[in-house]
């Protein structure tokens, strides 16, 4: 099924796609829900269950802000941290459209067993009761990833999107482009205008350039914060101070300075994210940082860049992160990192590629290169929070992205391991990983850094 550009990156609130972001939307789907039998029952209460990675990782990734902010109706390119945390008192939300009170602590609960059968882990259950305690309403979500949510009675019901250029592997993707003479950026400007039917290619242009610009705005506001991010580990904040010192150092020319800007501009976006400030997924919160990273490189250090540039690259992107999530996952708590930082990864090379005049086969080569070396990552983070390892690996993420893009720019775009053979290697990967390395900090550095 296409993945719409504006589906995969949205703007939101830090620090989890799959953990604050798709709570938050599987909260506004079940007061949805409700307000259609809000005529026929009065709702008493709500009680809410979060599973598996959901809840071993939730606290320290706001699942439970993620799950009241949208029971109070905010949605996620609205609310900021601020606006939730006062709107709860003692523990509890007011939630108006129902006019009931929903405490945190009482009714919301964290189980946390695993139940490693399930095709997805982030299992959310909403509860709705009368005065009497009937049950009035029951319905399970599943956050599977960029802040996307499946409602487990829909699941068949995929709605059916029609694009001109409808594809489900690479192959086909490279398919299209050749019998139709089309670059892969084309490709997907065509069938975003299939889906906006209203607007002209250039107003979706100027669309896809707006969320550049909040991308950049996440760049900016993470160089000029100072302080420490939340949490026990008392992790000082370091995009500012990275900055200050690279802008301090001496004249001598160090080609190597450029490591240091991508650096600079991957954190800056992590650390926002970590302090629940706004980003972009792309395509997740957890892996923020490296796509922007890479289009600030591709601005800042790569000769003729220009608006049209920053346009196909994320277009390209897009292409290739809906690849990863129709045919893999795009959860760490499904795939492992390699399914978060991985898929971020391989969509920045390719966007790279495809901004620096690649074919569509080098486009292939670069994402196919950035993820093999991104196959067996795992999701440990330490305390649950997106902090370690998450915003170093986005720095690391994004470096390699523009080496996997270098090797495939200088190639012919010929090369033995294809793309959609990666994807699959990376899911039949995400599946055989041990639970603990799964967005749960039951394994890695979650248990073997003591001192957190
Ligand atoms: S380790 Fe990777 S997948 Fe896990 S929370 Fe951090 S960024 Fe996300």
């Known amino acids: 099924m296409y993945v719409s550009f504006f589906d995969l990156f949205k703007i939101g609130i830090g620090p989890s796609s799959s953990h604050t972001m798709g709570p938050l939307n599987a909260s506004n789907l079940f007061i949805k829900s409700l307000t259609f039998l809000k005529k026929k029952h009065k709702i008493y209460r709500i009680k809410v269950g979060v599973y598996g990675s959901l809840a071993l990782t939730g606290k320290g990734h706001g699942t439970d802000l993620g799950i009241a902010a949208g029971l109070l109706g905010y949605k996620p390119n609205n609310v900021t941290i601020s606006k939730i945390s006062s709107s709860i008192k003692d523990n509890s939300i007011y939630i108006d459209s129902l006019d009931i009170k929903f405490n945190i602590k009482d ?35 599943y956050s599977i990833g960029g802040g996307f949510v499946i409602d487990q009675e829909n699941q ?44 002209t290619e250039r107003e979706i242009d100027n669309d896809v350039l707006s969320i550049w610009k909040e991308m950049n705005k996440s760049i900016y506001k993470g160089m000029q914060e100072t302080g420490q991010l939340s949490g026990k580990m008392q992790i000082k904040k370091r995009a500012n101070y990275l900055y200050k010192r690279l802008i301090k150092k001496d ?32 395509p997740t919160n957890g892996a923020a940082g490296i796509i922007p990273a890479v ?26 992160g809906g690849l990863y999530k129709n045919n893999a996952s795009i959860s760490g708590a499904d795939a492992g990192c390699q399914g978060e930082v991985g898929v971020a990864c391989s969509m920045a090379a390719a966007g790279l590629t495809s901004a620096l005049g690649g074919t569509n086969e080098q486009i292939e ?40 893009s270098r090797i495939s720019l200088n190639g012919s775009g010929e090369h033995k391991v294809s793309l959609d053979e990666v994807i699959k290697t990376m899911w039949e990967t995400g599946k055989n ?12 550095l979650a248990v073997n850094v003591s001192e957190c």
Not at 295 to 320: Q, R
Not at 367 to 389: F, K, R, S, W, Y
């Open 156 to 199: 068949k019901k995929n709605k059916i999107i029609k694009v001109r250029y409808d594809y489900n592997s690479a192959n086909k993707l490279l398919e299209i482009g050749k019998n139709e003479g089309i670059s892969i950026p084309n490709i997907i400007r065509t069938n975003e205008k299939d889906l906006n039917k209203t607007k």
């Open 107 to 141: 009714d919301l609960k964290f189980n946390y067993k695993l139940n490693s059968k399930s095709r997805f882990s982030n299992k959310i259950i909403y509860s709705a009761f009368s005065k009497k305690n009937d049950l009035i309403l029951e319905k399970t979500y």
């Open 295 to 320: 289009i600030k490189y591709y601005i800042e250090f790569t000769k003729e860049s220009n608006d049209k540039g920053i346009i196909d690259f994320l277009l390209t992107a897009s292409a290739i």
């Open 365 to 404: 080569n670069a994402a196919e290169i950035a993820m093999e070396h991104n196959l067996g990552l795992t999701c440990d983070p330490i305390n649950g929070m997106v902090q370690i390892p998450c915003i170093e690996r986005n720095a690391m993420g994004a470096i390699k992205a523009i080496n996997a």
């Open 433 to 444: 990983m041990n639970e603990i390395y799964k967005e749960t900090s039951k394994g890695g």
């Open 251 to 282: 004249e001598t020319y160090d080609p190597l300075d450029v490591l240091d800007w991508v650096n600079i501009f991957a954190i800056a976006v992590s650390e926002e994210n970590a302090s629940f400030g706004r980003v972009v997924t792309a």
